[in-house]
Each structure stands twice: as C-alpha cells, then as structure tokens.
C-alpha cells in the first residue's frame, strides 16, 4: 500500500463504547496528525506527533486519547464520545525538514457518527 | 493570530466556466500557501503551492499566485470541468510543521 490509509473508514458507536482509529503512513515521514473535519467548520487540529513525541494537542478533551507507537502509526483511541463528536476525523503525516513548505499528506478519513 | 479566509460556497458553474475562488489570510512572518482539493469520499490532496512572495503554483489548469501586498492566494481555472467537482482548501503554514491553518473549504459543482 502506498500514501496514507486509515481504517475503519466508517464507524457507528454508541456514547458508551470504546473504539480505535487506526492510520498508517507508508511515505517514511517523521510527522503525524489527527484533524477533525465537521460541515461549515475550518478543519480542526487536534494532535501533532513528530517522531513518536507529541507535540501538539489543541485543547481536546480527554475522551479523545492518541497513541503514537512509531513514526508510521497513528492511533485515535475513543472512549465515551457525545453526538457532537461526530464528524470526519482525518490522519496526515509529513516530513518537518522544509519547514513551512512541507505538504501534508491526507488519508481518506473515517467517517464518525456516534448515537 | 494566524487565519485564512474564503468564500463558503457552494460554487456551482457550467462546464468549460472560468473559475475564481478567492483566499485571504493573515499571518505573523512570511507564510508558505496551499491550495488542497477534496473529492467526495477521500481525504485531502495538495494542489499547489507557492513559497515566497509573487510565486505562482499550478497544477492541472489550476494556478494561483502568491499576493504578498493584498495577502491573498486566490484560485483559478480557465475552463473547468466536471471532474473538478469537489471542495478546495485554502491554507497557509507560518513556520513550521505545526503550524498550518487551514480555511472552510468551498465547494464547487461543475454540471455538464
């Protein structure tokens, strides 16, 4: 597999389960991210990691717990989420050595609806 | 603190219709800015880019150039096509991997 995948693609939970996101890069960077991506909203930034380390997280609340295990992985572990936390929740990784010319790379996302 | 503006939509034109999509932002420093395209179930991809002042990225038709004295990177096309149905994002990144903001995003609906 090539670029950025993410599984599952789509996902329905209830307010009391727990659930993982995955995402994988096969593009050898060091930098990783999870967005949120919800209608008529910039997206969001939640969490940065660059080399395992994180490096970032915008005011999440804790229901939202990331997991980096090396550079090509990402986890989103999920545990009791409300309604409004329903949305496309994107995974990107780049490199970090251009600076503020690096691109992002974006998986296809999975998409959130939590009853 | 840093941002990027442009316009909601949707933006619906006829095929073979010139396209703009305007963008503007505001920045501490001299950002790098990025054109990403979405299409209907996939993630997003870059489009272009431009790095410094008066710099014009293009790709595919598509071009937009660098306006350092009105801060803007609009997007435009000559002649669009169906196949450019999708959303665009403006963004800009000021410094660092951390550091890119993106806009709204605009949807645009080329119909036959």
């Known amino acids: 597999e090539t670029g950025v995948t993410q599984t599952p693609r789509h996902l329905v939970m209830g307010m009391t389960n727990k659930k993982s996101l995955k995402c994988e890069q096969h593009?050898?960077?060091?930098?990783m991210y999870w967005y949120k991506q919800s209608a008529k909203k910039p997206l969001e930034l939640m969490f940065v990691?660059?080399?395992?380390?994180?490096?970032e997280n915008n005011s999440v609340p804790s229901r939202f717990s990331p997991e980096c295990p090396n550079s090509s992985h990402l986890f989103l572990h999920l545990h009791t989420l409300q309604p409004e936390d329903s949305a496309l929740y994107l995974c990107?990784?780049?490199?970090?050595?251009?600076?503020?010319?690096?691109?992002?790379?974006f998986g296809p996302g999975t998409r959130l609806t939590v009853l | 603190g840093d941002s990027v503006t442009q316009m909601e939509g949707p933006v619906t034109l006829s095929e073979e219709a010139f396209l703009t999509i305007n963008c503007t932002y505001t920045?501490?420093?001299?950002?790098?800015l990025f054109w990403y395209v979405q299409y209907p179930g996939e993630g997003l991809q870059l489009l272009l880019k431009a790095t410094k002042a008066d710099d014009k990225g293009s790709n595919k038709g598509f071009e937009a150039t660098y306006r350092k004295e009105t801060t803007s990177f609009h997007l435009e096309k000559g002649s669009v096509q169906v196949s450019d149905s999708a959303v665009y994002f403006c963004a800009q990144n000021s410094g660092g991997y951390q550091k890119v903001t993106f806009g709204i995003g605009t949807k645009l609906q080329v119909i036959p």
């Open positions: 920045a501490t420093g001299y950002p790098s």
């Open positions: 990691y660059n080399f395992k380390e994180q490096t």
């Open positions: 990107a990784s780049s490199s970090t050595s251009g600076g503020a010319t690096d691109t992002q790379y």
């Open positions: 593009l050898g960077h060091n930098a």
